[in-house]
């Protein structure tokens, strides 16, 4: 057993910082040819101090497996208060994220995500009837707004267009965050100037918008009739757990900001990679084209899973040790964070046999192993909107399939990946030409 951190890079914590924050895939891929499986990154502000990376399956499992009050998940995030509030399902630990979790998950199992996918596929056709046939589609831009609609519609339920066209530009604002609005967290007497104060005012706006949804839907005389994820959560409460008091007003709203930040632009992303994997490579989406005529869920959910572990979309997750501890055989001391670092465990060989190619047959044979899959994270961590998101995607595959052929546009033959805000997003946006076809594949 080790008395100390695990090695790392031996140059400066402003250079890691500086690293980390730019070039953060290239980073830990550097790392971990150096220093193996363990290592350790020391940080400064806002990032942790003294950060130790794990990828091993077993070790992964021995993290998520732990108990919820020797690793806090919530105080690992803490830099992402100011955005989705201090009762973020992301943002606390132990009794009070339970309870949370407890209220929110029946609106994300799956009697009710078969009541969300019509609306989802009403959506997704909407949007993509308005591609014409011959261009190029960014996908990125495009399904940045049809994954925002479906947040509008599916979990906000806002059925007022003008409500909808009044909130979606400043949604965008807090989901397209510059990285320099962290110092103003930090150093508090920023956010009365420039882009800090703008944020605040925005903030502010999308504030008043979000309550006075909530305060129309409580008093809204059909509540129990509607199906979207925010008129459930008001219905939320007294239920197997007495203590398990109603969602106040505060936290409905920070709940419904921590959906959209967790559930838009991942999901974009992921989708956005999707189409560009299936327009490099045709024979797959012959395949997937016609997994799409067929009503082939199964293949389709293979082809975004492919896409999400080739293009990690959120690089990993982070616990914050509230007592001394030993995790993979290193003595860790109070109030280090660990990563599980989702980026690296998606590229290990032995768990992914030719772990740079696209192959969506890996999520159908059998050969993904527990703990080596984890784009929403696991254990009592484990993201709640998994299924709507996986829902979501496979939905709009099938409407881009059943209409168009991809191809990449003449000169790209590859994307590579950047970092927006704490997402890995496709570096062009994802370029694909469309074209139309209503023939079906045999």
Not at 367 to 372: D, F, G, L, P, R
Request: glycine residues 6%; neutral net charge.
């Amino acid at each position: 057993m080790s008395n100390a951190y695990p090695p790392g890079p031996p140059v400066p914590s402003a250079v890691q910082t500086a690293l980390y924050a730019r070039w953060r895939g290239a980073m830990l891929r550097a790392a971990a040819r150096r220093y193996g499986d363990v290592f350790t990154l020391h940080l400064v502000a806002p990032y942790a101090e003294n950060l130790v990376v794990f990828s091993r399956p077993e070790h992964i499992r021995e993290i998520f497996a732990a108990d919820p009050a020797d690793l806090h998940a919530g105080e690992g995030n803490r830099l992402l208060v100011h955005i989705m509030g201090e009762h973020s399902l992301l943002l606390t630990d132990e009794d009070e994220h339970a309870r949370a979790r407890r209220l929110l998950m029946p609106a994300f199992v799956g009697s009710s995500l078969r009541g969300y996918r019509t609306l989802v596929e009403a959506i997704a056709k909407a949007h993509v009837d308005r591609w014409a046939s011959g261009s190029t589609v960014h996908t990125l831009d495009r399904m940045n707004e049809l994954t925002l609609d479906v947040i509008m519609q599916v979990v906000f339920g806002m059925t007022d267009e003008r409500r909808r066209d009044e909130l979606a530009p400043r949604l965008r604002r807090i989901v397209n965050i510059n990285p320099i609005m962290f110092f103003g967290w930090k150093y508090p007497r920023l956010q009365r100037h420039g882009p800090w104060k703008r944020f605040d005012d925005n903030q502010k706006a999308i504030d008043e918008l979000l309550y006075s949804e909530i305060s129309e839907r409580r008093a809204h005389p059909d509540l129990d009739g509607r199906a979207d994820v925010l008129s459930r959560l008001l219905a939320a409460g007294s239920g197997e757990n007495p203590s398990d008091a109603p969602l106040s007003d505060a936290e409905l709203r920070d709940q419904l900001v921590t959906l959209l930040l967790a559930g838009h632009e991942t999901t974009a992303s992921a989708l956005s990679w999707a189409c560009h994997e299936l327009a490099a490579n045709p024979q797959i989406q012959a395949q997937a084209r016609q997994a799409a005529h067929d009503g082939d869920e199964k293949y389709l959910e293979a082809v975004l899973k492919e896409a999400m572990r080739l293009h990690t979309v959120i690089a990993a997750t982070g616990r914050k040790l509230t007592r001394d501890m030993t995790i993979g055989g290193y003595a860790l001391p109070k109030g280090t964070v660990v990563s599980t670092s989702i980026l690296l465990a998606h590229q290990r060989a032995e768990a992914f046999p030719d772990a740079l190619a696209f192959r969506p047959e890996r999520f159908l044979d059998g050969s993904v192993a527990a703990n080596t899959w984890l784009p929403f994270g696991g254990g009592v961590r484990r993201c709640i909107g998994a299924g709507f998101s996986l829902m979501e995607g496979t939905a709009v595959l099938r409407e881009i399939l059943t209409r168009y052929r991809l191809s990449l546009p003449a000169g790209v033959t590859d994307e590579p990946s950047r970092i927006r805000n704490i997402t890995h997003v496709p570096a062009h946006g994802a370029p694909v030409v469309v074209t139309a076809d209503n023939s079906v594949p045999v």
